[in-house]
């Protein structure tokens, strides 16, 4: 009952922020120069005054400021997020189109990051000092410091144009007509050079957290006590150890898992990933405001989910802790 | 534990010998013996019905699925397209087109001479504004039969007969679009055209499918079975996808220069500048004519003579976008020789400079946001403004706050590109003439230049259908241009398209790839 409780209060607050968020957003990029009917007007290489007038009457964008963010959340109660003034499509469906992919890639990349990071993590505590350890902690801190555009794109000089093994860019190998398992295996091969990248930087976040997390609990007084009453080594690292060391790991994946999402912007940009980080940062660049508002509530939504449910993993791993 | 860790490495030496081996992606699907044509596109088109989708990638996309009266070679001559005839009266007021006949569209209804009073008189004129300036010189448009129609102008405009490229105004189909609206949305629906390809699927932020048109009009046409334009939006990643063979066409624009000159040297690869008459693309300078520094003739002459335009088309440009000599692009009709901007002088200049009296205002100076190329153009101009003593700052914008910039006129120098459209009337005099002098857009007068004379020069080559009278007034508007340095002229960009060889016709009109890829079709080579 107490667990519902806090869970609904939680959720209160998350709608509190996201209403928040939504405002915030409307009035800063309303503060941005140009709007979209001048870059549609840019990209068309004619316009006169009287087109922008009409594309701007059509958008209701000659209304004053107030007006449209009254009517723009006046909408959104209603869970209306309105028409994209570009693609004058509904906006809810131009993201419900791209947030699988999105989703298929960040997950993946997140799994594999924690996964990886966080066995690398312990193997180096394991062999603190040794070359093992000075392997890890140097290739996590290389990854760590490159830029994410420079290793992508060095990823697709690598293994798509010299090497040609896997696909450089898309989701998955336009015209072939794969159904069934061929499709998904299609899909598989195009999400490893993304998934790969994108997971690089958050594995070396994850190893060197862990390593640091453990090599402090290792010394500590309960894990000296199981020791000495003999508890095999194994289970000791397992349950004594790691358990207590993943808790800063468990905060730094929440946040990690919300931000991912928006977060992507690179990987699928340099991936041409037809994912919704890609729509967000095109639906700045052309001002289209309604697109814009509409990606970053869902991406805030996300943000705010997952931070949810990053403090209930908290009491999984650990059950001291409590919700409330 | 030494089994856990076999098991690992089992795990990863399977899925290392499935990535090698892997499936079928090599290649795109060559099925059929047309085979399929990957060309890459950014940005994204935002809509492609014909008439709604007026965007430089839509245009990319729609020359395929739509057609034109006329198509034009790269002499801007008229060539056959939906119209198979056209006549001129003697006193080039009344044009007559003859229609093909037996043309269907997608959808299987027939294409009639109301088609085309539609598109031209309802369509055009109400969502395009390039056409709707052009066809204020209409009396009217009538369809004299099922395959003519007759077009009356109120007055002489001499680029008339240079309006019916499907890129200026597609034609559409009424029965389809009779009860749009065509103040709101574009209609949702079947993608309808009379073109050589029809509409196959949109993935959106991926990619575009069109499929070979069975029934297209002309015998033999189009080669290819399956065009499919790739969305890609980092150029660098453009380039890598042509070198991995996934793509086969670069159009113009989408690559960055210094990667067209690495990419010309690889085998099989070939780039041609061919293809962008019509359009005849420059690159300019606007000088901000409200800026009381700029008043004085010899600023405006330092700022000339300060840039090195060779250096810009050499090191920047790669070699592929030449200097521009004035306000005419070589290829728009009419351009003279005789008038030419001077060479760079740096020393005069600065000497120019001290006469004014300048006093070391800071000048705003507002780059392109096109990539690499244009800031490092930005970075150059910047350089050899500092060195004949300007004092300069660069303002870098996203392309809405450069346009923004450039439409309220705030700014003291601007980069623009604009395309001349075939004929000065239509594509210079926009530039220049006072009465093209308002807030708002930015593809008229935006530096605010005035001169009666001037005004004058390209009334008269515009009302006139004399070619001699015409070139005799365009020579003397460029040289007054010129003279006043009512702008300064950088570069004439033919967009180089990078291609593989063994695409034979890909470029075969004066529009380039917005012109159908119809003809284009794979050699063995």
Known sequence: MDKLIFLLRRLGHGLATLLLIAVMNFLLIHAAPGDPAT?????????????????????????????????????????????????????????????????????????????????????????????????????????????????????????????????????????????????????????????????????????????????????????????????????????????????????????QAGAMVGGAVLIETVFAWPGIGRLLFEALAQRDYALLLGTFLVTASIAVLFNLLTDVVYTLVDPRIELS | MNIRRRTWLACIAAAAAWLATGLPSGAMAQDGPGGALNVAIFPEPNIIVGGWGQTGPSQLVNGNIYEGLLRYNDKLEPMPGLATAWAISADSLVYTF????????????????????????????????????????????????????????????????????????????????????????????????????????????????????????????????????????????????????????????????????????????????????????????????????????????????????????????????????????????????????????KDKARKLLAEAGYQGQSVRLVGLPFGETWNRSAELVRQNLLEAGFKVELVSTDLAGAVAKASNWDFDLAFTLMYQYGDPALGVSRNYVSSEIQKGSPFNNVGGYQNAKVDELFRRGAGTADPQQRAAAYAEAQKLLIDEVAAVWLLELDFPTVYRSKLDNLVNSGIGLNDSLARAAFTSR
Do not use: C
């Not at chain 1, 000075?134 to 293994?159: E, Q, R």
């Not at chain 1, 690089?200 to 957290?209: D, E, P, T």
């Not at chain 2, 960055?256 to 008459?277: C, I, Q």
């Not at chain 2, 090191?315 to 351009?335: D, K, L, N």
């Open chain 1, 39 to 255: 870059v549609l007007a840019g990209e068309s290489g004619a316009a006169d005054e009287q087109f922008l007038q009409q594309l701007r009457e059509r958008f209701d964008l000659d209304r004053p400021l107030p007006q449209q963010l009254a009517g723009y959340l006046g909408r959104l109660l209603q869970g209306d997020l309105g028409d994209s003034y570009r693609q004058q499509q509904p906006v809810i469906d131009l993201i419900v189109e791209r947030l699988p992919a999105t989703l298929l890639l960040t997950s993946s990349a997140f799994a594999l990051s924690l996964l990886f990071g966080v066995t690398l993590g312990v193997w180096a505590s394991r062999h603190a000092g040794r070359w093992q350890d000075s392997a890890i902690s140097t290739l996590a801190l290389l990854f760590y410091a490159t830029p994410l555009f420079w290793v992508a794109l060095l990823a697709v000089l690598v293994f798509s144009v010299w090497l040609p093994w896997l696909p450089g860019f898309g989701y998955e190998t336009v015209g072939a007509g794969f159904t069934g398992w061929a499709r998904a295996l299609d899909i598989a091969r195009h999400l490893v050079l993304p998934t790969l990248v994108l997971a690089l930087f958050y594995m070396a976040v994850y190893a060197r957290m862990t390593r640091a997390s453990m090599l402090e609990i290792v010394h500590q007084d309960f894990v000296k006590t199981a020791r000495a009453k003999g508890v095999p080594e194994g289970r000791i690292l397992r349950a004594h150890v790691l358990r207590n060391a993943l808790l800063p790991v468990i905060t730094l994946a929440g946040m």
């Open chain 2, 98 to 345: 003859t229609l093909k006949r037996d043309v269907t569209w997608h959808d299987g209804q027939p294409f009639d001479a109301q088609d085309v009073v539609f598109s031209i008189d309802k369509i055009a004129r109400t969502l395009n504004p390039r056409v709707r300036v052009a066809l204020q010189a209409v009396e009217s448009i009538k369809a004299l039969d099922s395959h003519t129609v007759e077009i009356r102008l109120k007055e002489v405009f001499a680029p008339f007969i240079g309006l019916f490229d499907v890129s200026t105004i597609p034609i559409v189909p009424r029965h389809l679009y009779e009860n749009a609206d065509l103040a709101g949305k574009p209609p949702a629906g079947p993608i309808v055209g009379t073109g050589p390809y029809r509409f196959k699927e949109w993935v959106r932020g991926a990619y575009i499918h069109l499929v070979r048109n069975e029934r297209y009009h002309e015998a033999g046409v189009p080669k290819i079975d399956n065009v499919f334009f790739h969305v890609i939006p980092d150029a660098a990643s453009r380039a890598a996808a042509f070198e991995a063979g996934k793509i086969d066409v670069l159009p113009g624009g989408t690559v960055e220069y210094f990667d067209v000159a690495r990419l010309a040297t690889l085998p099989g690869v070939a780039v041609t500048s061919k293809g962008w008459e019509k359009f005849a693309p420059l690159a300019w300078l606007w000088i901000n004519h409200r800026n009381p520094l700029f008043q004085d003739l010899r600023v405006r002459q330092a700022i000339a003579l300060a840039i090195d335009r060779e250096a810009l088309s050499k090191v920047v440009w790669q070699g592929y976008a030449p200097a521009a000599s004035g306000p005419f692009h070589r290829q728009t009709p009419f351009y003279s020789a005789a008038t030419v901007q001077p060479q760079r002088d």
